[in-house]
């Protein structure tokens, strides 16, 4: 069968869920990892056929991505600032909002010359403090989770993007003090509310860990809390924390970091335009 041919098959049947526009985008993520080609080569080879087993392997793909699968975790992978992360159920898809945390961060560091030590809680896939140590070479970094499998994942990440980071499991609201002093602490914990799952897509409710992803509606802060609490007390002299939260509990969170005793709150927007980064200091 020609690859052309069927790439108009594979759009139609994505039609219900997805515009034509995301359905071509799946189309070339799964073309370049199946044959090793871009939209490019496809177009300077229009007659290209697939085999029998090729065109099993893509209707799998195609099968899994109408149950609403994220493409990320059918492929197993994906890219963060710039970078190459395996990602699976055990470890929420990265997202550009979270680029653009890591760019705050690398920006407020990459003036110093001296080591400097990072830690992020609730490390995931690793993408942050692995994007971190990409781009600062004189940073110390250091990352905690609770769940034994994502850290696994990021392991591998720091692996495969050949960097060294200190990966801890530990579950950090059981966690009395920090083992050491830190320049930064960074986290983009669960934040979003149970009242809030009807706003979630089902490929995210249904595919991405609920662990990593929601907070009860009673105490929504529960995470920003415990972690600000222990910042306190593990910040070096003019150290940062840095928080992504939730959209709509900017002045909330800004609150409850200012009644703790930090100072110059910085509330962020995302390219989306809404309130997603908090930045401060003791």
Known sequence: MLLKDYKKKFI???EPLF???ESE??????????????????????????????LFKWNEILFQLKKEKPIQYILGETEFYGLRF???????????????????????????????????IGTGSGCIPIAIKKNLSNANVSAI???????????????????????IHQDILQTEALETFYNVIVSNPPYVRDLEKEEIKKNVLDYEPHLALFVTNEDALLFYRKIAQLAKHSLTPNGYLFFEI?????????????DLGFQNVTLKKDIYGNDRMIRCTL
């Open 12 to 14: 139609a049947n994505l």
């Open 19 to 21: 515009d034509p526009m």
């Open 25 to 54: 985008s799946f189309f070339f993520l799964i073309l370049d990892d199946l044959h090793q080609m871009k939209r490019v080569d496809l177009a300077l080879q229009p007659d290209f056929e697939i085999s029998d087993t090729e």
């Open 86 to 120: 395996f990602v699976n159920e055990n470890t929420l898809i990265p997202r550009p909002e979270t680029e653009e945390l890591v760019q705050w961060i690398i920006e407020s560091q990459n003036k110093s010359s001296q080591e400097i030590t990072i830690l992020d």
């Open 145 to 167: 989770d609770v769940s034994k499998e994502a850290l696994l994942v990021a392991e591998r990440n720091a692996v495969l993007n050949g960097v060294a980071v200190h990966f």
């Open 246 to 258: 939730n959209q709509y509990l900017g002045s909330e969170t800004v609150s409850l970091l200012q």
